[in-house]
């Protein structure tokens, strides 16, 4: 069974930065893209950045040039670090692990660490 455990949200004034982590257990972590999403109160729930096992990334337009997706394959982790943070970037964020295995998607989620930006 995998596991996803995030950590690093609070509360930052506008301009400031946090950095979120996500550790997972099991094997697959090096295999599977790593993402954040993030949901906002009576908004749906939207990709904010992925990493492929390969290091390659993916960002949603709102936060490109702010936001920075890492993993550490050895570690079992990904972080997004998030800079310049908006009040729009308020929500919960959500680590995820995705990948498509004999033909069906298996994917995982975190529990969730709120990110709240006011001043």
């Known amino acids: 069974q995998v596991q996803l455990v995030e950590s690093g949200g609070g509360l930052v004034q506008p301009g400031g930065s946090l950095r979120l982590s996500c550790a997972a257990s099991?094997?697959?972590?090096?295999?599977?893209?790593m993402g954040w999403y993030r949901q906002a109160p009576g908004k749906q729930r939207e990709l904010v950045a992925a990493?492929?096992?390969?290091?390659?990334?993916n960002y949603a337009d709102s936060v490109k040039g702010r936001f920075l997706i890492s993993r550490d394959n050895a570690k079992n982790t990904v972080d997004l670090q998030m800079n310049s943070l908006k009040p729009e970037d308020t929500a919960v964020y959500y680590c995820?692990?995705?990948?498509?295995?004999?033909?069906?998607?298996?994917?995982?989620w975190g529990q969730g660490t709120q990110v709240t930006v006011s001043s």
């Open positions: 995820n692990a995705a990948a498509v295995v004999a033909g069906y998607l298996d994917d995982y």
């Open positions: 099991g094997s697959i972590f090096s295999t599977y893209v």
């Open positions: 990493i492929t096992s390969g290091g390659s990334t």
